[in-house]
């Protein structure tokens, strides 16, 4: 049982590439997340989709877009990546009635110089 | 003020030590409590849930939570090296909310 799968793990990108972050779970889930982690800043939400077909607005979504691609893929792109974009991604999945217990993937970790 | 607070630490404790780990809260409205563990290079993976007031006791794990001083902990008992990791409180107000609030992480070491 792979859980929640994240491609790629490493990814350099010059400043103003554009790159996509993809997310696959295999739990059956109705609800998946995106986060971003930063040293001193902790888990920060980008953007979620409640259940296929909606995508709504975290705590930091600018610069980001997504797509719910289907039940089990949510991607997220960066269209002009910029220097604050360098972190660790998480794409994270959950049911809809435990939507506090989350299943996280293994992160991406990307730098923009 | 952020409405939860974490004390990032790093803390070191001896194997066997007890190790207590705390998050404080500011909004009322939270109903639910857990608790992560992160291990380096890992994505976070739930360790302890409760819902509202009190205690919930896993093996050497215990969440506690204070709704009335908004203060939530785990206690550790018999620490292990395979404990060392960073530990990240999460809160949420339920209501399908889908954003939890998490703390910053505090990084613990479980020195042999």
């Known amino acids: 049982n792979a859980g929640v799968t994240q491609t790629p793990k490493f990814q350099v990108l010059k400043t103003g590439q554009s790159m996509t972050l993809q997310c696959a779970q295999d739990?059956?889930?109705?609800?998946m997340y995106w986060y971003r982690q930063d040293p001193g800043m902790g888990l920060r939400l980008i953007y979620y989709?409640?259940?296929?077909?909606?995508?709504d607005k975290g705590e930091v979504p600018n610069g980001y877009n997504v797509s719910r691609l289907n039940k089990r893929e949510f991607s997220l792109r960066l269209e002009s990546a910029a220097p604050s974009q360098t972190s660790v991604y998480f794409c994270?999945?959950?049911?809809?009635?435990?939507?506090?217990?989350?299943?996280f993937g293994s992160g991406t970790q990307l730098s923009v110089l | 003020q952020k409405e939860v607070e974490q004390d990032p630490g790093p803390l070191s404790v001896p194997e066997g030590a007890i190790v207590s780990l705390n998050c404080t809260y500011s909004?009322?409205?939270?109903?639910?409590f857990m608790w992560y563990r992160q291990y380096s290079r890992k994505g976070p993976e739930l360790l302890m849930y409760?819902?509202?007031?009190g205690n919930k006791e896993d093996g050497r794990f215990t969440a506690q939570v204070d709704k009335s001083s908004k203060y939530i902990s785990l206690f550790i008992r018999d620490s292990q090296p395979s404990d060392s990791a960073t530990y990240l409180c999460?809160?949420?107000?339920?209501?399908?909310?889908?954003?939890?609030?998490f703390g910053k992480g505090t990084k613990l070491s479980v020195i042999p």
């Open positions: 994270a999945s959950s049911t809809v009635a435990t939507n506090e217990k989350l299943f």
């Open positions: 739990m059956n889930h109705n609800s």
């Open positions: 989709s409640a259940s296929e077909g909606t995508t």
């Open positions: 909004n009322s409205a939270f109903q639910y």
């Open positions: 409760t819902y509202s007031s």
């Open positions: 999460a809160i949420d107000s339920g209501a399908g909310s889908y954003q939890l609030t």
